[in-house]
């Protein structure tokens, strides 16, 4: 069977991490009433705290 293949220069667009920039712009995409997990903490908390939670959620991310 011939199975298809992605390229290297996919492969390590998809296993590398994501920097700081990429990790707030998604979270800054988001609807503010979207809740991103059951701890009931909305986007909108999120960005309004972002400068005191920003190193949490980057490390979620990058252990995710």
């Known amino acids: 069977m011939d199975f298809q293949q992605i390229t290297k220069d996919d ?3 998809l ?5 700081e920039n990429e990790i707030k712009k998604a ?3 988001c609807g503010n009433n979207k809740i991103p997990s059951p ?3 909305n986007f909108n ?3 309004k705290y ?3 939670i920003d190193k949490e959620i980057i490390k979620v991310v990058h252990n995710f």
Do not use: P, Q, T, Y
């Open 11 to 13: 492969n390590n667009m």
């Open 39 to 41: 701890n009931g903490f």
């Open 15 to 19: 296993i590398h991490g994501f920097d």
């Open 45 to 47: 908390f999120i960005k």
């Open 27 to 29: 979270v800054w995409e």
């Open 50 to 52: 972002w400068n005191v």
